[in-house]
């Protein structure tokens, strides 16, 4: 939709008034560390043809059944596009503890929403800023905006209120989150149906459609920006230099913008060491979360990450990132029997014997009721419906901070 002058005018004076400005990298640390260097899936690849997409399916296979995380690049995002999503990011955190705590996550806004745990995790909103207590019963340093109902223009932009810039960047905000569902997550489930040898489109067509303002009959999920403060000695040494804590993601696909600041790491299956995930510019980092691991019955590996605190050398910089966490349709029962995967028959995943199955309605709502309103460190793995997760955990094994 083209800008009349007036709008172009407003939308200036807004962008004056939140500061807003170009996303400024921090230059790479120097610290030496063992760098997990994940495998690159270039999607440019991707129609080239069924040949070069089952070579992009063997090579994801690996990253998928080893660490659950891989990276995308030319994904159809331009550089310029991107950094531009980071001063949107940037800008929206601009403003005074009134608008956050009047927007605030933890509420419900809509109808469509009012049956599901929504919480600070997920609602649309604000966490904010030491709304967590870490160990030693130091407050967290990370706040987030969370989005929902990208998918159906109507919820999202006529029926949900928005803080003053936010609402001014709303079409960028749907542009790129819907866009990373459509065609981004489009693609990736591609090559995952070709690795369970199942018709391409199934799992995008079946389980995370998008069906324009049709919330149950579309794949779910959120978007959301992250903004990581600065912190000082004492709160490293408090929180055993903690910017998240550990845990593995509730949804099925996490997408995150990959920024320069050395501190994701993931906890390896191999071997149980945290490794720093290495920063390719433009890149997407995607991870598998619970729902993916259920519904392979374990095949797909969901793993536990965290965020460490910036190295020295970058301690002064704040760390941004936007990520989004995609789900399926609520109504998905999470286990193989779902996808009908010859391949997954063969190798004999399947639901282990015993356990009942569950919709990703039924996990989600369990997971929130758990993750959304204590702020206290779990001390344990939990167990729900018989199934083991990870949320939360500091400074305990098997999670060592
Ligand atoms: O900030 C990041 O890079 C990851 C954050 C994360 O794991 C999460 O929000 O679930
Ligand atoms: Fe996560």
């Known amino acids: 939709m083209q800008m009349t002058s007036r709008q172009e005018e407003k939308v200036q004076q807004i962008r004056e008034k939140y500061n807003f400005r170009p996303f400024v990298d921090a230059p790479a640390s120097k610290e030496k560390v063992d760098l997990l260097d994940l495998t690159i899936i270039d999607l440019s690849k991707f129609d080239e043809g069924p040949e070069t997409r089952k070579e992009l399916a063997t090579t994801l296979e690996k990253a998928l059944t080893e660490y659950g995380f891989f990276r995308v690049v030319n994904h159809g995002f331009s550089p310029e596009f991107l950094d531009h999503m980071k001063s949107v990011s940037q800008s929206t955190f601009e403003t005074t503890d009134e608008v956050k705590n009047k927007f605030f996550a933890g509420e419900k806004k809509i109808e469509e929403d009012k049956d599901l745990e929504l919480g600070v995790i997920r609602g649309t909103g604000f966490k904010p800023r030491g709304y967590w207590k870490y160990s030693n019963d130091t407050p967290d340093n990370v706040e987030f905006y969370n989005f929902r109902h990208f998918l159906h223009p109507d919820i999202f932009h006529n029926r949900i209120e928005y803080p003053?810039?936010?609402?001014?960047?709303?079409?960028?905000?749907?542009?790129?989150?819907?866009?990373?569902?459509?065609?981004?997550?489009?693609?990736?489930?591609?090559?995952?149906?070709?690795?369970?040898?199942?018709?391409?489109?199934?799992?995008?067509?079946?389980?995370?459609?998008?069906?324009?303002?049709?919330?149950?009959?579309?794949?779910?999920?959120?978007?959301?920006?992250?903004?990581?403060?600065?912190?000082?000695?004492?709160?490293?040494?408090?929180?055993?230099?903690?910017?998240?804590?550990?845990?593995?993601?509730?949804?099925?696909?996490?997408?995150?913008?990959?920024?320069?600041?050395?501190?994701?790491?993931?906890?390896?299956?191999?071997?149980?060491?945290?490794?720093?995930?290495?920063?390719?510019?433009?890149?997407?980092?995607?991870?598998?979360?619970?729902?993916?691991?259920?519904?392979?019955?374990?095949?797909?590996?969901?793993?536990?990450?965290?965020?460490?605190?910036?190295?020295?050398?970058?301690?002064?910089?704040?760390?941004?990132?936007?990520?989004?966490?995609?789900?399926?349709?609520?109504?998905?029962?999470?286990?193989?029997?779902?996808?009908?995967?010859?391949?997954?028959?063969?190798?004999?995943?399947?639901?282990?014997?015993?356990?009942?199955?569950?919709?990703?309605?039924?996990?989600?709502?369990?997971?929130?009721?758990?993750?959304?309103?204590?702020?206290?460190?779990?001390?344990?793995?939990?167990?729900?419906?018989?199934?083991?997760?990870?949320?939360?955990?500091?400074?305990?094994?098997?999670?060592?901070?």
């Open 164 to 401: 003053e810039f936010v609402q001014y960047h709303l079409e960028d905000v749907r542009k790129y989150f819907s866009e990373l569902h459509t065609e981004v997550q489009r693609k990736v489930l591609t090559l995952m149906d070709i690795i369970l040898e199942i018709p391409e489109g199934t799992l995008y067509n079946d389980f995370f459609p998008a069906i324009e303002n049709d919330t149950l009959n579309s794949g779910t999920g959120f978007g959301r920006f992250l903004l990581y403060h600065p912190v000082d000695q004492e709160y490293k040494k408090k929180t055993s230099s903690t910017w998240m804590r550990g845990h593995t993601d509730a949804g099925a696909l996490t997408f995150i913008l990959s920024q320069s600041i050395l501190s994701l790491q993931i906890r390896s299956y191999a071997d149980n060491q945290w490794k720093y995930v290495s920063h390719v510019p433009n890149s997407i980092i995607v991870n598998i979360g619970d729902t993916f691991k259920f519904l392979t019955d374990g095949y797909f590996k969901s793993s536990i990450h965290r965020v460490h605190t910036a190295p020295d050398d970058q301690k002064d910089y704040t760390r941004n990132t936007v990520i989004y966490f995609a789900s399926p349709k609520l109504d998905v029962y999470m286990d193989s029997g779902s996808l009908g995967s010859p391949k997954l028959k063969r190798l004999g995943y399947k639901l282990n014997d015993g356990l009942e199955r569950i919709t990703v309605r039924q996990w989600d709502e369990a997971k929130g009721k758990f993750f959304n309103k204590t702020s206290a460190n779990r001390k344990t793995n939990l167990t729900l419906y018989g199934r083991e997760s990870v949320g939360s955990l500091i400074g305990e094994n098997p999670i060592e901070v």
